[in-house]
Each structure stands twice: as structure tokens, then as C-alpha cells.
């Protein structure tokens, strides 16, 4: 029987963003707010979104750099303060499949830990707002933040109450199909997430079944948001690239097979419902996981 993800979900409070800033059209355009970190102690949320911009434009990626700009210029409201480095720059942003890719200077490089954390997700509470974004992707001159999250970010993950929380580590087994496609091997993995939602660690469940190891095959590289992936009702519903897809109709079913398993220990899910884009036999299938698989690694 595998183990369970344990159940810090219960014991951590990651708010919905429900009720906080939103957009108003205006005759200039659109007014957004900005989010900052709250200069008042005792307000409950760490951030406020007291400022607005007038976005001008229907260019989502020119809107986004607009955005970035106003945050990096901080706040004019006393209520306000600012999570960003002095100096830092925005040196390009590129929209693509829903995400926002943001390339930083080398000054938000000397942020870490819950001060990171809080710069983060300054930038993607504000992005957010934009319709074509889902999430936001962090670059530092080009390669991954050397003291973050390499993945994509988005608000649902977001901590809005207390003190920022540093990143949240759990162990979990990742089950990947043997070298002779004969059964499953786990693998046990520490994965670390900024969030404590169901639907974050499966995401980090996910792409992390696209490293792997050399002993074990796995999944072609893959990105997933929040728009790919839900948890409803013990379901974890998840919108299969179409790589994936084609992976698991050529190799069978133990392919399939990893997938649930290694969701199916995050608490609260009990189940894998595949979506394509295609009309597929896994496309809208709720797949459970088996009792009898074995633990390795």
C-alpha cells in the first residue's frame, strides 16, 4: 500500500484570491491593481493592492511590461511597500500557451527565501489579472532563479495571510514504468513547492515525472498550470499535453498506470481523470490507482 503524502494541506492556510484587487474599465483603458506588500502591521494579508494602473493597451505582452514597470518603480501610497531590489530591470517578457515569461537583471538575483517569495508573487498576483495569463515564469538574465522555483508560478499559490512562507518541501514516491515495461519502480523524491494546495503539488508531481533518472524511462518534457490541472470531489483532473497523450496510447498502460500512482498520494486525491485535445480512449476516463503496487527505490 503506498504511503500518503502527509497531510500538511491541513495544517497550512493558502487563501483564495477571491475579493482581493480586480480590474475597472476605464474611458483611458483598463485600470489593474498592483500588488504590493502591505506596510501596515496587523491587516491580515501580507500584500495590498491599494494602487491601480491604467493599462492602455490590448498588447498583452506590452500590458505585462507595463505592469512590471510600475511594480519596479514602487509605490507611492504610504500603505505600501516595495518587495523589489533597487536597480533591478525588466529586460524582456514573452507571452506563449498562457505563460508569462519574465527576464529579470541580475539584481533579483539577491533575493531569497520569504523575501523571494514575496517579490514573486507580487509579480504574479498582478500578471494574473491579464486574461491571457495563467501563469508566470521567472527567468534571472535567462536562466533559472538560482534561489527559487524553476517552474511556473501561479496565484492559487500564493500564501495572502501571515508572514510569507518559505518553500514547502514533501517527500513523495514517483512510479515510473521499468527498463522491460514490465511493472512499476518508485522512486522516492523530495520536491519543493511554493503553495500548499492539492492541485501545486500535483503539478510538481507532474513535471517532476519528466526528469526521472537513467534507470527509468519517463515523460517527454512537459509544462503544466494551473489551468491544466484541478482537484475536485477526491478527482485530479488533468489536461494531458499531447505528447503525453501519444506516450501512453503507443506504450501502453503502464504509462498511464504511473501517472495515477504518483498522484494519488497528494491527500485528497483518490482518483486521475484524463482530458485531450483529441478525442482519445483516455479522454474523460477516471482512472484509479492499484493497491497492489509495489514500492522500489
Known amino acids: 500500500m503506498k504511503k500518503r503524502i502527509c497531510g500538511l494541506l491541513s495544517l497550512l492556510l493558502a487563501l483564495s484570491l477571491c475579493g482581493c484587487g480586480g480590474s475597472a474599465q476605464t474611458e483611458s483603458g483598463t485600470a489593474l491593481a498592483l500588488y504590493f506588500l502591505s506596510a501596515e502591521a496587523g491587516t491580515g494579508s501580507i500584500y495590498n493592492s491599494d494602487s491601480t494602473l491604467t493599462v492602455d493597451t490590448d498588447d498583452c505582452e506590452e500590458a505585462a511590461r507595463q505592469l512590471v514597470n510600475a511594480l519596479l518603480d514602487g ?14 530591470r525588466l529586460l524582456n517578457c514573452e507571452l506563449s500557451g498562457g505563460v508569462l515569461t519574465l527576464n529579470f537583471s541580475e539584481e533579483y538575483g539577491t533575493l531569497s527565501g520569504s523575501a ?19 501563469g508566470v ?32 518541501t514533501f ?55 494551473s489551468a491544466d490541472v ?17 506516450c501512453i496510447l503507443q506504450n501502453g498502460d503502464l504509462w498511464r498506470e504511473s501517472i ?21 480512449t483516455l479522454d474523460g476516463q477516471i482512472f484509479y490507482p492499484q493497491e497492489n503496487t509495489e514500492e522500489t527505490g
Open 116 to 134: 523571494l517569495t514575496a517579490a514573486n508573487y507580487s509579480l504574479v498576483l498582478t500578471l494574473c489579472q491579464l486574461d491571457e495569463v495563467d
Open 260 to 280: 495515477v500512482e504518483s498522484l494519488c498520494q497528494v491527500d485528497g486525491v483518490n482518483a486521475v481523470r484524463f482530458h485531450t485535445s483529441d478525442a482519445t
Open 230 to 246: 484541478s482537484v475536485s470531489q477526491g478527482v485530479c483532473e488533468v489536461q494531458l499535453p499531447d505528447s503525453w497523450t501519444e
Open 75 to 88: 509605490p507611492e501610497l504610504p500603505t505600501q511597500t516595495s518587495p523589489f531590489p533597487t536597480s533591478v
Open 137 to 168: 515564469l521567472l527567468l534571472l538574465e535567462g536562466s533559472a532563479l538560482p534561489n527559487g522555483p524553476s517552474g511556473v508560478l501561479t496565484p492559487d499559490q500564493a500564501t495572502l495571510r501571515g508572514p510569507v512562507s518559505d518553500p514547502v
Open 171 to 225: 517527500a513523495v514516491q514517483l512510479y515510473f514504468p521499468n527498463a522491460d515495461s514490465t511493472g512499476l519502480e518508485a522512486d522516492y523524491r523530495e520536491l519543493t513547492v511554493f503553495g500548499t494546495a492539492s492541485r501545486t503539488w500535483c503539478i510538481a508531481i507532474l513535471e517532476a515525472l519528466c526528469v526521472g533518472s537513467s534507470d527509468y524511462s519517463v515523460f517527454p518534457e512537459a509544462s503544466f498550470t
